[in-house]
Structures are given as C-alpha cells and as structure tokens.
C-alpha cells in the first residue's frame, strides 16, 4: 500500500492528478469516492481542479485502506469509517492504546523467549556436531568416505560403462528389411 506520511507532504494543496499519482490510482477513482463517501474538497481553482489539503489526502489514504488493503465494500468502508470517527471520540480510546500496547510488548517478550530457546537448540546442536567431528578425526580412517547408498535408500548411480557386443557386420541390421 503505498503510505502517505503527513510529514512528507510539504505542499498546502495537491491536484487531483498528484493525489492519484500519491495512491497510485486514477484520478477518476478519487472523484468516485468524492461522491460516494461525500467528502468535501476544500479549494478549486478557477479552471474547477480540485485542490487536496492533506488532512483530505488522510481522508482519502483511510478509504483506500479500508476498500483497497482490507476488501470492503463500499457500504463496509462508509460504516468502517464512522466507527473509527467514533472510537477516536470516546475516552475508551485510551484503553484501547493502552491494550494494544501491552499486546505489542507481550509479542516482543514472546519473540525474544522463542530466539533464546531457538539459540539454545542451535548451540546444543552445535555442540554435537563438533563431538562428532573430533571422534571421526580419532578413528582410523574408513574404506568409504561417503556411505552406501543402501543405508541412505537413494538409488544406486549408474555404472560407468558396460562393454557391449557390438554387431557383426554379416548380422542383418533394420535397414535390411
């Protein structure tokens, strides 16, 4: 998705072409949502080219989300965005923050414990193929360096080559008949 960082528009208007350009969508969609979640553009110039501040391009980047990233529908998106309105507007806004944040540090924790069991396995691993590298240096050396291919159940590799009968020249050949 592309995202559209308030800091980075350092613009007071973009045109309808920038936007689109911005979202990565035609201009034609953006005067589509226009209408359908009635949004209000703030400035038109005197040829009637719209002009998009950028708390209209946030706007917009949150219709994209909904319909774009996530599948809704337009109906979906129109009701999604009235619940966000809302939710930014209630003090459990705060608790829901406050939730997602101890989720996140949980996740974190989490993330950390599974790469400090993981490490330990890979130490452990480590450990034994470094045991098992010093006994085969203290063995007399084997026949085979590589095993047989019956203990790997592989196929077995082709013979090199086979001294075949080659025809004599009085046999009758397929070209005879």
């Known amino acids: 998705m592309p995202n559209i960082d308030n800091q980075i528009l350092s613009k007071l208007y973009y ?12 201009a034609s969609l953006l005067r589509f949502w226009e209408k359908e979640f009635n949004l209000s553009v703030s400035k038109k110039n005197k040829k009637g080219n719209r002009l998009y501040t950028a708390k209209e391009i946030e706007k917009i980047q949150r219709i994209y989300h909904f319909v774009k990233i996530e599948g809704y529908t337009l109906e979906g998106a129109k009701k999604a965005l ?7 507007s209630t003090p459990q806004n705060e608790v829901l923050e406050a939730t997602a944040a101890k989720n996140a540090r949980l996740d974190q924790n989490a993330s950390i414990l599974d790469t400090a069991a993981l490490i330990s396995k890979l130490e452990a691993i480590k450990k034994r193929l470094l045991s098992l590298n010093l006994e085969d240096l203290s063995n007399e050396p084997k026949e085979s360096s590589l095993p047989s291919t019956q203990e790997n159940n592989t196929i077995p590799s082709k013979p090199k080559s086979v001294n075949k009968p080659k025809p004599s020249a009085d046999a009758p050949t397929l070209f005879d008949f």
């Open 15 to 26: 045109s309808i072409g920038e936007v689109a350009d911005l979202l990565q969508v035609n």
């Open 82 to 88: 009235k619940s966000k309105v809302e939710l930014n």
